[in-house]
């Protein structure tokens, strides 16, 4: 623990901040997120099916944000996109406590999808910039376990604020990030120059993003990869639920000790994970962490009690501890330095399986059933890591042969 610390303290400043932000923050948005739904429906009176197209145009905007996000922090700087973003999503957090018209939450919803896409790829992107590249997977899986003791805290905080009958949770979420955004700009003219903010030597242009996905064989199949992961991954987050309701007694607590579950073991084990793999190169760590994964889901599919499906979760959580950091660093060492915003960025395009997945799923529950599902999920994963395999040889073959996706 003292040596954690110690490699901690050593890292710049900011990224130290952003670290501690990141977990204050996502305490701060799990209170509001994972209630949504009901807040929408009891605000505005509308019924499930619109409310949930509501949510689904958030995570919409959230895709394509992203990828504009980050490309536009290469070409004005980090500072500008970050700060920007995030003191206009502290707002919509604030507006969120206080509207009561359905219009009103629609355009909310959207511009915190929007929100989020521009800040998160480009404080990865400044977080790698300002450090070492043997820390970044140590600074990624920090930032990892610091999503998920957020997420663990947040709903409980909701609870207790009462978000079942008032938006004051909303309101709070807003001025913590308002606090946040006042504190990061402090910080950033205080630690950072705007070299270190402006990392673009070479300036992107418009129409550069999609030249890129043209071009770089290898970013396409990182994508094709990461799209395939959250695929299987969201069945755990949403079909897993619905299978255990409809097939098991007892199933919405079994689901409720999985989830428990899942957030504990990445609590206790990330750390300690992280010492023991940094020293591989990220892909080797993808691919053992994706043998997890496979195991884990063909676990759940062959699981018939509390046992088997815990044991299955903490194998699919491994390696998910694994995978999630990794696929950071290995697209961190894929971008050039001039376009780090718009590569993060496109990680966005990974949640088109998060927004495919619940829906796939849940027909593949209907027609086949859970067991069927899980299996996919499995051969999903499998075909993420064939398909990061294929990426990396492509990424050597450039390097080797001197071809750069980047001469135009």
């Not at 990182?222 to 299978?243: D, H, K, N, R, V």
């Not at 000790?257 to 591989?280: C, D, G, H, M, S």
């Not at 495919?356 to 899980?374: C, Q, R």
């Amino acid at each position: 623990m003292f040596a954690q610390f110690k490699a901690f303290s050593r890292l710049h400043p900011l990224i130290r901040f952003l670290l501690i932000g990141t977990l204050v923050t996502k305490a701060a948005k799990s209170m509001t997120t994972p209630f949504l739904a009901l807040y929408l429906h009891m605000k505005t009176g509308a019924d499930f099916g619109t409310v949930g197209l509501v949510i689904g145009l958030g995570y919409f905007s959230s895709t394509v944000g992203g990828v504009v996000g980050g490309a536009l922090s290469d070409k004005i700087g980090r500072k500008k996109v970050m700060l920007s973003s995030i003191f206009i999503w502290s707002f919509v957090f604030i507006l969120f406590g206080l509207v009561h018209d359905f219009m009103w939450f629609l355009l909310l919803n959207i511009l915190s999808g929007l929100c989020h896409s521009c800040f998160e790829p480009v404080s990865k992107a400044l977080m790698a910039e300002l450090s070492e590249r043997e820390m970044r997977f140590r600074i990624f899986s920090l930032r990892y376990l610091a999503i998920n003791v957020g997420a663990a805290v947040g709903p409980l905080l909701g609870t207790y604020f009462g978000l079942a009958k008032t938006g004051t949770p909303f309101i709070i979420t807003g001025l913590v990030y308002f606090g946040y955004a006042a504190l990061l700009s402090l910080m950033m003219i205080r630690l950072i120059t705007v070299k270190e903010t402006n990392i673009a030597p070479e300036k992107v242009q418009a129409g550069s993003v999609l030249k890129t996905i043209k071009q770089d064989k290898a970013l396409r199949f990182y994508i094709g990869g990461g799209i395939l992961f959250l695929f299987s991954y969201s069945q755990m987050e949403s079909t897993l639920l619905q299978y255990l309701n409809n097939d098991f007694a007892n199933g919405v607590k079994i689901f409720s000790t999985l989830i428990t579950l899942n957030a504990v073991t990445v609590i206790l084990l990330q750390v300690p994970l992280t010492r023991l793999f940094e020293k591989y190169k990220s892909l080797t760590t993808i691919s053992i962490g994706t043998v997890f994964c496979i195991l884990g889901n063909t676990g759940f599919s062959l699981a018939n009690g509390w046992i088997v499906f815990m044991l299955s979760m903490f194998v699919l959580t491994i390696g998910e501890i694994l995978c999630f950091p990794s696929m950071n660093v290995l697209l961190d060492e894929l971008a050039p330095d001039h376009m780090k915003g718009a590569y993060y960025g496109m990680q966005n395009l990974y949640n088109i399986g998060e927004f495919l997945g619940p829906w796939l799923g849940g027909m593949m529950l209907a027609l086949y059933g859970g067991k069927a599902v899980f299996l996919i999920a499995a051969c999903s994963v499998f075909l993420a890591l064939g398909a990061y395999h294929v990426g990396r040889r492509k990424f050597l073959s450039a390097q080797h042969h001197d071809v750069s996706p980047f001469s135009y």
